[in-house]
T-cell receptor, first 111, second 113 residues
Framework: GQNIDQPTEMTATEGAIVQINCTYQ??????LFWYQQHAGEAPTFLSY????GLEEKGRFSSFLSRSKGYSYLLLKELQMKDSASYLC????????????FGTGTRLTVIP | EAQVTQNPRYLITVTGKKLTVTCSQN?????MSWYRQDPGLGLRQIYY???????DKGDVPEGYKVSRKEKRNFPLILESPSPNQTSLYFC????????????FGQGTRLTVV
């Protein structure tokens, strides 16, 4: 596998902004994905970065720095329904294509 | 509709009774993979396949088998299930050409007693 690190848990207040970080050490990097996962359900795609910079999609933004092996997911105007796990995943190409996941960050949004 | 279909969604079985979890995708994806998810451990890869008849071990392959006889199907086989294989399983697929996201099946919650 690859080395992908995320905080285990975070708590934030409804209406606030939260940043979830992900660091990775991989060879053959070919893109970084963020997924949202509610308990017991399948992960759902949020964002994709392959070049350095910020990708914005409504309340969600994702940033990538390839030289630092670092990404973050920014969630604005938090809603209670944003309480979920957020998975950072790295796609690599080292002979074969593959997709590796971090352990996920469980976000709890409180009133 | 583009999708990955897993069956069954829920399964309770007894130790040692062979079972197969099916996974099928309708997007002509080359890559398919199986993951298991346990509390605190994230998605751990069991096996993956880059194309028909090409499979490789992931991080936790012990006790599992896979086959890829057709591009659309990638079944996960537990020849002799044990209680430590109780878990939530996900199948995923993506196209290896271009920057495309992975699609996930609905998940299979397996309990081995």
């Amino acid at each position: 596998g690859q080395n992908i690190d995320q905080p285990t848990e975070m708590t934030a207040t409804e209406g606030a902004i939260v940043q979830i970080n992900c660091t990775y050490q991989t060879s053959g990097f070919n893109g970084l994905f963020w997924y949202q996962q509610h308990a017991g359900e399948a992960p759902t795609f949020l964002s994709y970065n392959v070049l350095d910079g910020l990708e914005e999609k409504g309340r969600f933004s994702s940033f990538l720095s390839r030289s630092k092996g670092y990404s973050y997911l920014l969630l604005k105007e938090l809603q209670m329904k944003d309480s979920a796990s957020y998975l950072c995943a790295v796609r690599v190409v080292t002979g074969a294509n593959n997709l590796f996941f971090g352990t996920g960050t469980r976000l709890t949004v409180i009133p | 509709e583009a999708q990955v279909t897993q069956n069954p969604r829920y399964l309770i079985t007894v130790t040692g009774k062979k079972l197969t979890v099916t996974c099928s995708q309708n997007m002509n994806h080359e890559y398919m993979s199986w993951y298991r998810q346990d509390p605190g451990l994230g998605l751990r890869q069991i096996y993956y396949s880059m194309n028909v008849e090409v499979t490789d071990k992931g991080d936790v392959p012990e006790g599992y088998k896979v086959s890829r006889k057709e591009k659309r199907n990638f079944p996960l086989i537990l020849e002799s299930p044990s209680p430590n294989q109780t878990s939530l399983y996900f199948c995923a697929s993506f196209s290896i050409s271009g920057a495309t996201r992975a699609f996930f099946g609905q998940g299979t919650r397996l309990t081995v007693v």
